[in-house]
Each structure stands twice: as structure tokens, then as C-alpha cells.
């Protein structure tokens, strides 16, 4: 059996994690996930907690299967949300952008599950003594806000370091990279750009036309200077942004410029002056499917890669 414990820590048929994507992850694609075996995620991002308990309410509707909220620790909301949720009918929390330690007494005696995103061993270390159920460990490659460590390094040295079911996530589109995670010691997949092409996912069309007509070499990383770098589709905004930041402009003006282009890109599909958050594997990814077929493609084709590469090595 691959990915066991990350299984049992799920209770899903799936070790497979709906990556959480701000504006973008609501009620409706986190349902579908979690109906089709993996982990549907609400994400927070920077929405107040109203927002948040009407999607979990939207979601429960639609599934009686495990369900989580991703909370973004830079939101000005991440206090009420974080402490909104222990009331909440959702099994599990994953947390993003920061060190949620402050929160996990008050999670962990609400009997949630708590996996933070790691980008780094040392977090990863202090995450577990804080009581952290499982971690997801975030490669480079992954679109939004990212760490500096490329995935095929993270994995295994944050697997080596904690003792807990490992996640890994960042590069990971289709079996291969959800074998290649297995085989660095991860017990499950987080996966985000895929789930951009879920007929259930109900970002802008042309967020989806831009992932699919990516190349390998089309996403970049802007937001360096202000100490949150992101990872974008290249396009007017994204460029105009690194213009501003070799110019040595504020962290005010860059923030400026930023602010609301995640939901321009996500609800309006302005493919100029929307932000267009993507990992690096959207090159890789062309296909519209539902969740059942993404999820399935991702898990049961490692599964079948797995036994094809053993009847490979057992032919010397
Ligand atoms: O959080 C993400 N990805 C995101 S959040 C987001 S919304 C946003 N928009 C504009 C600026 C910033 C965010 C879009 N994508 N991934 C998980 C992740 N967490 N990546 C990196 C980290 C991280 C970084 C530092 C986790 C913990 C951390 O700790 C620092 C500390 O305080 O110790």
C-alpha cells in the first residue's frame, strides 16, 4: 500500500490534499474534492470569518466527507478566522504564510487537525513539538507565496527530521510527481494548479485558458523586496511589478499595486492587471477533468507507474 499513514491521518481514500488558493477555493470545488476521495480545502485567504463560515456551511451541504480550511496567517482576518473555526463543523485546518503556534492549543482542543505548510526543517521541527498532526512541506516550485527550497530537496530533509506524515507539495501535476513524492519519503500530495483546471473549480475562465496555454518558463516570482515573494503567470502586472522592484520602490507602493490583483485575475479574468498565481508545473497541465479524474489520474496512475517501474527493475 502507498501513502498508509498519510491515509489514516485523512481518513480519505485518498492521500490527496486540494492545495488551498485565495479567492479561488471556495465551497464548491472543496465539496467536489472531498466527495471524490481527497481532502477539499476552503481557502481563507484574506476574506473575514463571515466569509468563511458560509462557504463551510455551502460545503457541508454538498459532502458529509472530511472537509478543511486553509488559514493565510498574513490576512488581517488570520485572528478571527483562526479562533472563528474552533466552532466550525470542518475536520481539519492547514495554515499558510507563517508560525501558527499561537492557535494550536485552541485547534487541538477542538479536537481539529492541524498541518501546517513548512517551507524549511526548522519550522518543520517546531511545529511538531507544538502538536502539529502532519506537516505539508512546500517546494519552491509552488504558485503563490513560497519558500526558497526546491521540492526534490525539501522532502526528504524534512522527512528525516520530524516524526510526523509528511505532505509533500510544490511541482506536483500528474503520477510521476505524486510517485517521485512517495518515493522521497512523503506520505501524501498537496496539489494546487491542477485543481485551477477542475471543471468544479469556478475561477474565471481565462485564469484557466492562461494555465493551460503556460509553458515551463512562464511563471516568475515577484514581492522578493517585501519579504513575501509570489509565484505568478508572466504578464503586464507581473512585469510592471518587477520594474517597480529594481527601481527600489516601497514596500507601501509594491503593496499597493498588489492589492486586489488576486481577485481581479480570479473573478474578473483581467489578464492584464490581474495576478495570476500558478506553480511552475503548469506547463505540464492542459486538460479540463473533473476532480474524480484528477484525483484518480494523480493517485491510482502512481499506483500502476509504481508496479510497471518494479516489472521494469525485475528484468535487470
Ligand atoms: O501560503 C502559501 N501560499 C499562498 S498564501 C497566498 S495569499 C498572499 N497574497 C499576497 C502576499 C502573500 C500571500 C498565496 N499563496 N503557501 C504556504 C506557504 N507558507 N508558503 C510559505 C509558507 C511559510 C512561510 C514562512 C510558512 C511559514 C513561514 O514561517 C515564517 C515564520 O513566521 O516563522
Redesign the pocket.
Known sequence: MIFQRGKEVLGTEFPVIQGAM?WISESTLAAAVSEAGGLGVIAA??APFSWVKEEISKAREMTKKPLCVNV?L?SPYAEEVALGLVEEDVEFIIT????PGKYMAAWKGAGKKVMP???STA?AIRMEKSGADALIA?GTE??????EIATMALIPQIVDAVSIPVFAAGGIGDARGTLAAWMLGAEGIQVGTRFLLAHECQVHPKYKEKIKKAKDIDTMVT?RPTG?P?RVLKNALAREFMKKERAGASVEELEEL?AGA?NLAATEGDTKRGSF?SGQIAGLLSEEQSCKEIIQDLYIGAVELFAAKCKEADNG
Open positions: 485565495a485567504g484574506n493565510m498574513l499558510g504564510a507563517g508560525n505548510v513548512v517551507p519550522l512546500e509552488a504558485g503563490g507565496h513560497i519558500g514581492g513575501h509570489v498588489g488576486l498565481m
